[in-house]
């Protein structure tokens, strides 16, 4: 079993930047694909990237490619989402999750979520 705790989420203007991480618990968290997700209020779950358990394979939505970028350090147990660039409708609560595969991925354990706020 994997705990999952983001953090790193805060209120930022537009353009600016915020890097959150996404912290684990369990040592197979290092065999696990990471994906990223965020949800506002009465939307469903949007995808935002995912990430290969080594970190070599790397996926990302069209709204946030070019912007975001997905990391990963397995000595830590940690991986991260660094968000530059960053546009109003980026405001979410965002989520990380992992799954045993990156391709057709099911993401089994869930954080309690980071809220993002980005103002103009």
């Known amino acids: 079993q994997v705990q999952l705790v983001e953090s790193g989420g805060g209120l930022v203007q537009t353009g600016g930047s915020l890097r959150l991480s996404c912290a684990a618990s369990g040592r197979a968290f290092k065999t696990y694909a990471v994906g990223w997700f965020r949800q506002t209020p009465g939307k469903d779950r949007e995808y935002v990237g995912s990430v290969s358990w080594s970190g070599g394979d790397k996926f990302y939505s069209d709204a946030v490619k070019g912007r975001f970028t997905i990391s990963r350090d397995n000595a830590k147990n940690t991986a991260y989402l660094q968000m530059n660039s960053l546009k109003l409708e980026d405001t979410a609560v965002y989520y990380c999750?992992?799954?045993?595969?990156?391709?057709?991925?099911?993401?089994?354990?869930w954080g309690q979520g980071t809220q993002v706020t980005v103002s103009s």
């Open positions: 999750a992992t799954s045993e595969t990156v391709v057709a991925p099911s993401w089994d354990y």
